[in-house]
């Protein structure tokens, strides 16, 4: 079992259990405080509905009536998160095959292919997701620093944060099963083949062949020629 690989599911899953948080919350940019005091009313809004509360802790929301009157960075932020998510869900899905734990998957370069995609799926996933709250922070910055913008002014939300977390563990996620292919490849499979009681007699045999050779012939070895 590979530590790398589970360091790697851990940030993987988790980035993508954050992704699927901030998507589903409504706190992508909230009312700034200056506003807030003065009528002590709270406003949410999200890339699906548009909340309201107030300082008695009573809050009201409405969804987007029709795609069509969203505003165009909403739309591409709800198409990057989603892309996100999806890409997350089945990141998780090959990590799971391409773990060496895993019984199932193949051999072991199958396994590192699978792992080697698991992690290019998972750093897909967090470009989306920093990419979509990068564009909605953007926007909201813009429009607060803006001194000719005189409509209702936003700060951001804790759903960016959220969102900007997890693609950052996605992207680590996604590094770190990449680089576990070459742990995979250290250490391959390779098969023995039993033949020590063979290859010891055969050596026996050839060691007291050769003693027996060298004992009957001394006149051989030690002869007078040769000390001359």
Known sequence: MSRAQISALVFGVGGFGALVAATASNEWKVTTRASSVITATWVYQGLWMNCAGNALGTFHCRPHFTIFNVEGYIQACRGLMIAA???????????????????????????????????IVFILSGLCSMTGCSLYANKITTEFFDPLFMEQKYELGAALFIGWAG?????????????SISDNSKAPRMGYTYNGATSIMSSRTKYHGGEDFKTTNPSKQFDKNAYV
């Open 167 to 179: 693609a950052s563990l996605c992207i680590i996620g996604g590094v770190i099963f990449c680089f």
């Open 85 to 119: 998510v999806s890409l997350g869900f089945f990141g998780s899905i090959f990590a799971l095959f391409g773990m060496k734990c895993t019984k199932v998957g193949g051999s072991d370069k199958a396994k590192a292919k699978i792992a080697c995609l698991a992690g």
